[in-house]
């Protein structure tokens, strides 16, 4: 099979999975789950992409692992599924914290986030690994290297989703929301994200020895 058609069928079904999950559970949203179609296409395709190469990044870079396509499968289902989690829990914060959003188009604002930040994140990691190989010693690098490229790919993720998530937060709850209603969402939902970024990168930190245990995870 084609590439073209691979890709055409994962964002079909991707996309269809969501829509029916969706209507399963509010039958109501008929008319919101095609409110941007082209849009909601575009951000799903660039997600698989961004999965696929940040995991094949993963292995081969910050942790030099195998890249057999079974366990980068792996890793793109856990991220793909991690991303969804995440626009799931945006979708309740603000439900909480202000009123009813569509959450087709929350979750999928969150996935399009994660993927450019997980790319960029990971591309930095390979940089900044590059840059610690120039100038440490050997046995520095053999003992560091792969809890650096981990901590610099978290960290830079993490950045990038603190300045662009709050655009896509202020593009889903409408301008004419009240600022302090914003920067409460904002607040709550970033500090989540944090807390669930921070955990591995702590794990990384304080037990070298389970490195490779959490890189795998990720």
Known sequence: MEVESIVSALEKY????????????????EGEVYDDHENYNKSVIFAIF??????????????????????????MVDNFLKWVSLGVLLYLVIKLLMRGVPIVKTVISVVKVFSVAHVIGIYMAYVALNAFWTFAPPEDFAANSTAISMSAAYLIELAILWIYLPREIRAIVGAETARWRRWAIDGVYLTL????????????????????????QR
């Not at 890249?67 to 890793?75: L, Y």
């Open 14 to 29: 991707l996309r269809e999975f969501i829509v029916y999950l969706v209507k399963f559970f509010r039958p109501s949203t």
């Open 193 to 216: 994200i944090t807390i669930v970024m921070l955990i591995p990168l702590a794990m990384v930190q304080n037990q070298q020895p389970a490195v490779q245990e959490v890189a795998a």
């Open 50 to 75: 961004s999965t696929a190469i940040g995991a094949y990044l993963w292995n081969r870079y910050i942790i030099h692992a195998s890249t057999k396509s079974s366990d980068i499968f792996g890793i």
